[in-house]
Structure formats: structure tokens, C-alpha cells
């Protein structure tokens, strides 16, 4: 599964990093943690300056995590026809 | 402050703003880091795919059909928890840039755009292959006029 080892890594750290990074993007490559950014473009850049096309995460040091809603896309009306 | 009138698409295409929605011309292309990387490297840049976007102020973050982020060969960067009706699931969140011809808005870099499966075709056959949502939005003026079939937006 993709990012499987970088998302462990985070679960993993998250405790410490709201403590220390809470609203920055973290880059996360395999269990190392690479350092934490202002904004997800510079997180991402220094991953692809580093690892190029390997996975890694960039996520947001958040205690609640985001949750996509779309409910008229997840009803499938985003292109019903009545 | 440059503004984007769909009045012509609405008039001159019958109306069409309730049966497909606003509906704006998008082109989505890797990412610049990505982009610099591989011509560092010399390897082939991807063609940018382009289709529509249907502005959705439901959703809050913009999604971007899979299909497009395969083309491009774009790894995703995080996963993203999602609602659905059978309970909650997961994305895949990808970086991306994103232009609108029309608003001449060129090379906008997205670092969280949800991938998911969305791809359709309108009446007129429009493909869709964005729902640019409210982490868009925010920089934009939209003004929806049902009454006459107009969307504007400006930004």
C-alpha cells in the first residue's frame, strides 16, 4: 500500500509533533521524519529535491484530522438526471 | 480585476446552467517541483490534461479525477479521510498545477487535491474533470444568477 510506512511514521510521532509543529506540513519519507514546512509547496519541493520520484508524505500537523465531504458527489448527484 | 462571464456558454447554449452546472475550463499539470525534476533528470514532461471544472461550493476542498493524476504520473503525498454514504473511507491527496484558460489564471501550484473517481460527461458533452471546491473559492468572486443563467466569476 502506498505511504503505508510514512503513515505509520506519523501515527507513530503525531503525539510529539502537535506538540512541536502543530499547523505545519510535515515530509515523512519511510520512518524518517524530514522536517516541517510553512506551507505544503515547500514541504513538497524539498521531498522531490530529496527522494525524487519515491513516495513520501506531506500532511498537515492537525489533532483533528480533515474529512472529505462531498455528499452530492458521494450520492452520485453530482450527475443525476432528474 | 479580470472576470470570467459564462453568459455566452448560458445563452448561446440554451440555458444550460441547471441541467450542468457552472462549469469552467480547467488545464492540470504536474506539479513545478516535479516538473523541474524530471527535466534535470531528462526525462519526458507529461502533457497537461484539460477538461472542465464544475464549481462547487458543497465541497471543500477541490478533487481532481484519478484518471487525470495516472496520466500525469503524479505520486500522492497523504491520504484523506471521506464521507460517503457507506461509511467514512480514504483518498489519496496529490499536488498538482492548475490553469484556467478562460480566467487566464495560469500555473496555480495545488499541494492537497483529493483524487477520486468523478469523471463524467455533460449533455453537451463536456467532460468534467475537476469539482473545484471552497479551497479555491476563497479567492475567487462568484455570483450565481439562476434567474438568467449566468455565473460570473472573477478573481
Redo the contacts between chains.
Keep these: 500500500m502506498?505511504?503505508e510506512k510514512e503513515?505509520a511514521t506519523y501515527a507513530r510521532m503525531k503525539a510529539d509533533l502537535l506538540k512541536t509543529h502543530e499547523g505545519k506540513f510535515v515530509l515523512i519519507h519511510g520512518e524518517e521524519f524530514c522536517g516541517a514546512y510553512d506551507?505544503?509547496?515547500n514541504?513538497?519541493?524539498e521531498?522531490?529535491?530529496r527522494f525524487?520520484?519515491e513516495?513520501?508524505?506531506?500532511?498537515k500537523v492537525l489533532a483533528q484530522?480533515?474529512?472529505?465531504?462531498?455528499?452530492?458527489?458521494?450520492?452520485g448527484l453530482?450527475?443525476a438526471r432528474l | 480585476m479580470p472576470v470570467f462571464n459564462f453568459y455566452h456558454w448560458s445563452k448561446d447554449h440554451g440555458y444550460t446552467l441547471t441541467g450542468s452546472g457552472p462549469l469552467i475550463s480547467v488545464e492540470i499539470s504536474i506539479p513545478s517541483a516535479l516538473k523541474q525534476h524530471l527535466a534535470e533528470k531528462g526525462l519526458p514532461i507529461p502533457a497537461p490534461q484539460s477538461g472542465f471544472a464544475l464549481i462547487d461550493t458543497g465541497a471543500f476542498a477541490t478533487a481532481v479525477d484519478q484518471t487525470v493524476f495516472d496520466a500525469l504520473g503524479v505520486a500522492m503525498i497523504d491520504k484523506i479521510k471521506t464521507s460517503t454514504p457507506h461509511g467514512e473511507a480514504e483518498s489519496p491527496v496529490y499536488p498538482a498545477t492548475v490553469s484556467f484558460p478562460g480566467l487566464e489564471l495560469k500555473e496555480m501550484p495545488m499541494e492537497r487535491i483529493v483524487g477520486c473517481n468523478l469523471k463524467w460527461q455533460t449533455m453537451e458533452g463536456k467532460e468534467i474533470i475537476m469539482l473545484l471546491g471552497r479551497d479555491l473559492l476563497q479567492y475567487f468572486l462568484l455570483v450565481y444568477n439562476g434567474k438568467s443563467a449566468d455565473v460570473f466569476l472573477a478573481y
Excluded at chain 1, 513516495?55 to 500532511?59: E, S
Excluded at chain 1, 484530522?65 to 450520492?75: M, P
Aim: net charge neutral.
Design positions: 502506498p505511504l503513515l506551507t505544503a509547496e514541504a513538497y519541493a521531498g522531490v529535491k525524487g520520484q513516495p513520501f508524505l506531506v500532511r484530522e480533515e474529512i472529505y465531504r462531498n455528499q452530492a458527489l458521494s450520492l453530482i450527475h
